[in-house]
């Protein structure tokens, strides 16, 4: 079954005050994106270490209830940035899906999934520099007790890039069809409108 959506509109975090007014605009622009239905939002603990200030949320893809796709988006913000990144931002993305074996085992997997983020950025207008990332096919076999279990094919895709500025809503909404894609939905018309995003809330999410 789905989870419940629980998700309160409002960030509870008691570190807000203290952090840079364009970290603040940022986080509350990836809370401003409208996605399509099938997704469902969270925020997740941010990791400690990479960044002074980060944040992160996490989604699931559904048709019906079933899962089909998985990922989260982590901002991280160094008002002296760091190397390998261009400017005081940097997003991370993270996407994993399962997919039929003959899928996973095309050569053109690879560029193509990558194109699938470059894609949706450019079209959302999301300006970026610097990307980088992987594309990686797993394979699950069962052995033992578990040898009558299905093999499983999965593709997971990371991913990092610099946003040009710091309203980061182009850029959750190019990761939302990222991860539809991924998932085997093609993205909305331009012309239909998404709704708003079931969402769930972990107050630990922001940090400084």
Request: with cysteine; net charge negative; glycine share 6%.
């Amino acid at each position: 079954m789905r989870p419940p959506s629980t998700y309160s509109s409002d960030m509870t975090t008691g570190d807000a005050a203290l952090a840079p007014a364009a970290f603040r605009r940022a986080v509350e622009s990836m809370r401003q994106t409208a996605v399509r239905p099938e997704i469902e939002l969270e925020d997740l603990p941010a990791p400690q270490r990479l960044a002074p200030f980060s944040a992160a949320i996490g989604a699931s893809v559904y048709r019906d209830d079933d899962e089909l796709a998985v990922g989260r988006l982590i901002v991280l913000f160094d008002p002296d940035g760091q190397r390998g990144w261009d400017g005081p931002f940097r997003l991370v993305a993270y996407v994993r899906a399962d997919m039929e074996p003959e899928i996973t085992s095309d050569p053109l997997l690879g560029p193509v999934a990558w194109s699938w983020l470059t894609d949706a950025l450019e079209s959302h207008g999301a300006g970026y520099s610097a990307a980088g990332g992987t594309v990686t096919r797993a394979v699950s076999e069962g052995f033992g007790n578990k040898a009558e279990d299905p093999v499983t094919t999965e593709l997971e895709l990371r991913a990092s890039w610099s946003p040009a500025e710091d309203d980061l809503s182009s850029h959750v909404a190019a990761w939302c069809d990222l991860m539809c894609l991924a998932a085997g939905i093609p993205p909305l018309p331009p012309d239909v409108a998404a709704l708003p995003p079931r969402r769930r809330e972990d107050p630990e999410s922001f940090r400084q």
